[in-house]
Nanobody, 122 residues
Framework: QLQLVESGGGLVQPGGSLRLSCAASGFTLDYYAIGWFRQAPGKEREGVSCISSSGGSTNYADSVKGRFTISRDNAKNTVYLQMNSLKPEDTAIYYC???????????????WGQGTLVTVSS
């Protein structure tokens, strides 16, 4: 069974940091671009960041540029999202997904994780 499992969410104060992990089981991430998405209460899901299969190409939503960093360790079959300078508006459920391509120009997403909740509040 192909699965992605997110972890690392939690409650953090504004200005704080968290690192999310996205671990794959049942398949290798080596050939997949991986995207991070988030959905805040009452809002639509939005793309946050993406990393190509090699890690050589990344992109970010304007709202997180300069604060979030995506990376991957294919040997550990895991993708990370380092989130710094967190703001209350970053509060959301964060999901990772495997794109049906090695690049971030995938046409669709093959596998989704179940999500991890990030709450930024004082």
């Amino acid at each position: 069974q192909l699965q992605l499992v997110e972890s690392g969410g939690g409650l953090v104060q504004p200005g704080g940091s968290l690192r999310l992990s996205c671990a794959a089981s049942g398949f290798t991430l080596d050939y997949y671009a991986i995207g991070w998405f988030r959905q805040a209460p009452g809002k639509e899901r939005e793309g946050v960041s993406c990393i190509s299969s090699s890690g050589g190409s990344t992109n970010y939503a304007d709202s997180v540029k300069g604060r979030f960093t995506i990376s991957r360790d294919n040997a550990k079959n895991t993708v990370y999202l380092q989130m710094n300078s967190l703001k209350p508006e970053d509060t959301a459920i964060y999901y990772c997904a495997a794109g049906a391509s090695s690049s971030c120009q995938y046409r669709y997403l093959e596998v989704w994780g179940q999500g991890t909740l990030v709450t930024v509040s004082s």
